[in-house]
């Protein structure tokens, strides 16, 4: 008799797409990604104002109401909108990816770490400079879909007191769930960030070529470079040169 092996509950997979910054071929590269690192029953879900172009097995929804947020594109306020309840028909364990993250490993170990803890990376620049060590960058987030509506009801009830006080969206969900002690972070290793953790450190990036750190699972590209700079060593600063780096394509396709 062969053993049966525990049911899985479908997850989802969810990203965003507004405006023309990113075109169909980022949502599609991310469905590619998720297709061959993610085992477990999914769906993959992109909440967008334009689902053209996408590849088949893409589901879209609409992207809901984010009050104030909807014509205010700037800082990734608008990211909020996957906080409303209903968001479409989907229900529990959702994972939120940023369009220009880099899928390396597998991502079934990121809906079984601390289930029915809402998981988020640890922002790199509020470690750095302010020592903030609670915020998150939510370039890759898990939470459950539906279940926390006051998020984005509190967002929109005090949005011109929260433009003062919170530089983005991620300051803003970092502090809402922080003070309500519901934000976890995923280890340091699991998401790092492509400038700061694959391009070795000042002098030293002009004769090496950014590396994939050990243990890493999704490599983060927030700001610049994205990964078609990368791959093309464009997006260099005078303290940090990027030089081609050709493991980008192996992944991001």
Same mark, same amino acid.
């Given at each position: 008799?062969?053993?049966?092996?525990?049911?899985?509950?479908?997850? *989802?997979?969810?990203?965003?797409?507004?405006?023309?910054?990113?075109?169909?071929? #980022?949502?599609?590269?991310?469905?590619?990604?998720?297709?061959?690192?993610?085992?477990?029953?999914?769906?993959?879900?992109?909440?967008? $104002? *334009?689902?053209?172009?996408?590849?088949?097995?893409?589901? @879209?929804?609409?992207?809901?109401?984010? &009050?104030?947020?909807?014509?205010?594109? /700037?800082?990734?306020?608008?990211?909020?909108?996957?906080?409303?309840?209903?968001?479409?028909?989907?229900?529990?364990?959702?994972?939120?990816?940023?369009? !220009?993250?880099?899928?390396?490993?597998?991502?079934?170990?990121?809906?079984?770490?601390?289930?029915?803890?809402?998981?988020?990376?640890?922002? #790199?620049?509020?470690?750095?400079?302010? &020592? $903030? $060590?609670?915020?998150?960058?939510? @370039?890759?987030?898990?939470?459950? /879909?539906?279940?926390?509506?006051?998020?984005?009801?509190?967002?929109?009830?005090?949005?011109? &007191? $929260?433009?003062?006080?919170?530089?983005?969206?991620?300051?803003?969900?970092?502090?809402?769930?922080? @003070?309500?002690?519901?934000?976890?972070?995923?280890?340091?290793?699991?998401?790092?960030?492509? =400038?700061?953790?694959?391009?070795?450190?000042?002098?030293?990036? #002009?004769?090496?070529?950014?590396?994939?750190?050990?243990?890493?699972?999704?490599?983060?590209?927030?700001?610049?470079? =994205?990964?078609? !700079?990368?791959?093309? &060593?464009?997006?260099? =600063?005078? #303290?940090?040169?990027?030089?081609?780096?050709?493991?980008?394509?192996?992944?991001?396709?």
């Amino acid at each position: 008799m062969t053993s049966m092996q525990p049911r899985q509950d479908v997850v *989802n997979v969810i990203c965003m797409k507004w405006g023309t910054k990113f075109g169909p071929e #980022y949502v599609n590269i991310l469905h590619n990604m998720v297709q061959r690192y993610l085992a477990r029953p999914h769906r993959f879900i992109c909440i967008t $104002d *334009n689902a053209e172009g996408f590849n088949p097995g893409i589901e @879209s929804l609409p992207i809901p109401s984010a &009050g104030p947020a909807d014509t205010n594109f /700037a800082h990734g306020w608008r990211k909020l909108a996957m906080f409303a309840s209903p968001l479409g028909d989907l229900k529990g364990m959702t994972l939120f990816l940023d369009l !220009d993250v880099v899928i390396v490993d597998r991502l079934d170990p990121l809906f079984e770490y601390k289930p029915g803890e809402i998981c988020v990376v640890r922002d #790199y620049r509020m470690i750095r400079v302010r &020592g $903030d $060590d609670f915020v998150g960058n939510t @370039s890759v987030l898990r939470f459950n /879909a539906g279940e926390d509506p006051q998020v984005l009801e509190d967002f929109i009830a005090a949005w011109d &007191g $929260d433009k003062a006080i919170y530089r983005n969206e991620q300051e803003f969900l970092s502090h809402w769930f922080h @003070s309500r002690g519901r934000w976890q972070h995923w280890p340091d290793t699991w998401c790092p960030s492509f =400038k700061h953790d694959c391009v070795a450190l000042g002098p030293l990036s #002009y004769i090496t070529t950014p590396k994939i750190p050990e243990g890493a699972k999704v490599i983060v590209f927030h700001g610049d470079p =994205k990964p078609e !700079d990368a791959l093309a &060593g464009k997006g260099s =600063k005078w #303290y940090r040169k990027i030089r081609p780096t050709p493991w980008v394509r192996d992944y991001w396709r």
